[in-house]
């Protein structure tokens, strides 16, 4: 995936929609010609902290103490 396209895209996103990521994959790519996969829209909303997923792994948060008791 190119760097600019997806400053782009983020660009877009703050300024414009405050959507889920599936929602904002459709609007980029219907309204401003950006064609990236809903996955790599997830991400990079997640990495810039525009989207907050629902479900986390509790084994995961909890951390390797899970496997030591």
């Given at each position: 995936?190119?760097?600019?396209?997806?400053?782009?895209?983020?660009?877009?996103?703050?300024?414009?929609?405050?959507?889920?990521?599936t929602?904002?994959?459709?609007?980029?790519?219907e309204?401003?010609?950006?064609?990236?996969?809903?996955?790599?829209?997830?991400?990079?909303?997640?990495?810039?902290?525009?989207?907050?997923?629902r479900?986390v792994?509790r084994?995961?948060?909890?951390g390797?103490?899970?496997?030591l008791?």
């Amino acid at each position: 995936m190119p760097e600019g396209m997806a400053r782009r895209a983020l660009a877009v996103l703050r300024e414009r929609y405050a959507l889920g990521p599936t929602l904002a994959c459709e609007k980029l790519r219907e309204c401003r010609g950006i064609a990236l996969s809903a996955e790599t829209i997830r991400a990079l909303m997640i990495a810039a902290g525009l989207w907050i997923p629902r479900k986390v792994n509790r084994a995961a948060a909890r951390g390797a103490s899970l496997y030591l008791q």
